[in-house]
């Protein structure tokens, strides 16, 4: 019974149905319970983002005789509580922890940092950071992702020089991480020196994510013509991310030309996603070409296109801004869409 619970348990929660997840479990007695089918039922719930449910998960095993949370279920669900922002259950989690005594591998301490760091806190995450009695590269790469979330590019930087000093070598998740901080403080000439670092220092060749991140950064900074450039000298074929980038500096810095090229891109590897004209729809708004915010409006309209419920356009006082919409993606319309705003 436990193979088969174990398994009936895992395939719902893998195909979002945690509610026949639920009854499984739950129908199975308590003494058949094993710590693989709590994992799998917890698992469910932190894939489906319902963190409290994993969280109630999570002390239900305790009450169960000869269950107790291992390392791999409270990783994921300091994970899940990282991606929902739940201070408060990641904090319990952290304290059970501690009044356990529970031993903790590198993916908790990990896990521990990402949490606390993606909810805000650095200072504390740094704390678990500083007594973590290994740091792996997957330590010291979650604690600088942790400083360019929140914003403190500088502090990325010194950890990331210290991590070197230690002789702990960064892959390519910690350059992705180091460039993405510097990205978000403004950093470019830092940015430029990790980005040749990666390939001339640890002969890492740059992938997509990193392009990404230099186009943020650059974008962000204003300096559009770099990064229409690296986008033409890319040795890789640029993805939805790198155009999302263009595309979300020209509105910044109001670059029609750059925005429709960005536009052209993405309708044509995402034209389901109704972001990319409401994106287009706003640089247009924001240099006051109404025609055309029109004519993409009309065109997402006739395609069936509509937009999310967070990003309905919503033009007032010369500027564009999202209100709430029921909306939902649709089918496809194509490169039509950017076309419209060239028809007089």
Not at 14 to 34: H, L, T, W
Not at 295 to 320: C, I, S, Y
Request: aromatic residues 10%; charged residues 20%.
């Amino acid at each position: 019974m436990s193979f088969l619970g174990n398994a009936l348990v895992g395939a719902y929660g893998k195909c979002n149905r945690v509610d026949i997840a639920r009854q499984v479990f739950d129908g199975m007695p308590s003494e058949g319970y094993s710590l693989l089918e709590c994992h799998a039922y917890r698992k469910g719930y932190v894939q489906k983002g319902d963190v409290h449910e994993a969280f109630k998960m999570f002390y239900d095993m305790q009450q169960v005789e000869g269950v107790k949370p291992n390392a791999m279920t409270i990783s994921s669900i300091l994970q899940a509580c990282a991606h929902s922002t739940a201070l408060q259950q990641g904090t319990e989690i952290h304290a059970y922890l501690i009044k356990s005594k529970t031993e903790c591998n590198a993916y908790v301490w990990s896990a521990l940092v990402d949490m606390y760091a993606k909810c805000g806190n650095t200072e504390i995450a740094r704390q678990v950071f500083d007594n973590m009695p290994h740091r792996d590269v997957v330590a010291w790469t979650t604690m600088i992702a942790g400083y360019g979330i929140d914003g403190h590019g500088r502090e990325a930087i010194f950890l990331f020089k210290q991590m070197q000093q230690v002789g702990t070598k960064p892959n390519h998740i910690t350059f992705t991480a180091i460039l993405s901080a510097c990205s978000h403080t403004g950093l470019v000439t830092e940015g430029w020196l990790y980005f040749y670092c990666m390939s001339q220092d640890y002969q890492l060749t740059p992938r997509v994510e990193h392009y990404t991140s230099m186009v943020d950064l650059l974008g962000r900074a204003g300096h559009l013509d770099e990064a229409e450039n690296m986008i033409l000298n890319m040795p890789i074929e640029p993805d939805a991310s790198v155009w999302g980038a263009l595309m979300s500096a020209c509105r910044i810095h109001c670059n029609i030309r750059l925005g429709e090229w960005a536009a052209e891109h993405l309708f044509d590897l995402e034209p389901d996603k109704a972001g990319h004209a409401v994106l287009l729809s706003n640089i247009f708004a924001v240099v006051g070409r109404w025609d055309d915010v029109a004519k993409v409006r009309a065109m997402m309209k006739d395609g069936g296109l509509k937009p999310e419920a967070w990003m309905q356009l919503n033009v007032v006082n010369t500027q564009a801004s999202y209100i709430p919409s029921r909306g939902q993606n649709t089918p496809s319309m194509g490169r039509n869409l950017c076309n419209a705003a060239y028809l007089g």
